[in-house]
Each structure stands twice: as structure tokens, then as C-alpha cells.
């Protein structure tokens, strides 16, 4: 089974796909602060629920790259904050992207809590 497959990753790539699409419209003195931080801590959701499952087979690292996803992902919720309160992200489209993140939060958690589902060793 691919990492691809799961549902944390499937949309925690589906949401740093729509925050890279948002990160279009920011001005371009936002390019190397706003645009760069939203988009790497977008995508470092990913790339951490990957690592994750790759390492299953060791616990601890596997929880411990879930962790950084989840960090990743706060992080990510707080650029949104920062677009909103710039007036770059309008407030009904900022609740959107902030249920989804909350949405690849638990999902993120459910696989923290129970990590046999995903074949580790416990």
C-alpha cells in the first residue's frame, strides 16, 4: 500500500494544492513571506504524513513524524490567519480552508492514536 492512499494525505495534498492556488492572488511583496511560509508549511503536511508511513515500522518515529505533520498543519492555519487579517483571503473562504486543515488535524491524530490501523508494530 502507497502512503498516497490515505486519507490524510489525500487531503492534506488537497488543501495544500488549494492554499498554492491562493497563494497566486497575494502581492508580489508577499512572494518571499506569506506565499513561501503558507505554501512550505502546506506541503510539509504532506511530506510528513509520507515519512510517517514509510517508517511504520519503527513506533516512535512514526509518531513522531505524525507530530510534525501536525505541527505543520497549525502552522499552516496560522498563515491563513495572517492572509485573512491582511485582507488577502476573504473571511467565508478562510473558514473553508480552516475546516479542512482542521478536518486533516483529526485524521492526522486518528492515525497517531492508532497506529496498528496503519501497520505498526506496537
Same mark, same amino acid.
Given at each position: ?8 494525505? &489525500?487531503?492534506? *495534498?488537497?488543501?495544500?494544492?488549494? %492554499? *498554492? ?6 502581492? %508580489? ?7 513561501? &511560509? ?6 510539509? %503536511? ?10 511504520? +515500522? ?8 505524525? !507530530? ?6 497549525? +502552522? !499552516? #492555519? ?5 492572509? +485573512? ?12 480552508? #480552516?475546516? &479542512?486543515? +482542521?478536518?486533516? $488535524? ?12 496503519? $501497520? %505498526?508494530?506496537?
Amino acid at each position: 500500500m502507497s502512503f498516497k492512499t490515505l486519507y490524510a494525505y &489525500q487531503k492534506a *495534498f488537497d488543501l495544500a494544492m488549494e %492554499v *498554492f492556488k491562493l497563494s497566486k492572488t497575494f502581492p %508580489v511583496e508577499e512572494r518571499f513571506a506569506l506565499s513561501n &511560509q503558507i505554501i512550505r508549511s502546506s506541503r510539509s %503536511v504532506c511530506s510528513a504524513i509520507a515519512e510517517a508511513y514509510r517508517k511504520r +515500522e519503527y513506533p516512535k518515529y512514526f509518531t513522531n513524524k505524525l !507530530t510534525d505533520a501536525d505541527s505543520e498543519n497549525a +502552522e !499552516t #492555519q496560522l498563515w491563513l490567519d495572517f492572509a +485573512e487579517a491582511c485582507e488577502y483571503l476573504l473571511a467565508e473562504r478562510k473558514i473553508i480552508l #480552516q475546516s &479542512q486543515s +482542521e478536518e486533516v $488535524g483529526k485524521l492526522i491524530n486518528y492515525m497517531k492514536n492508532n497506529p496498528g490501523k496503519f $501497520g %505498526v508494530k506496537i
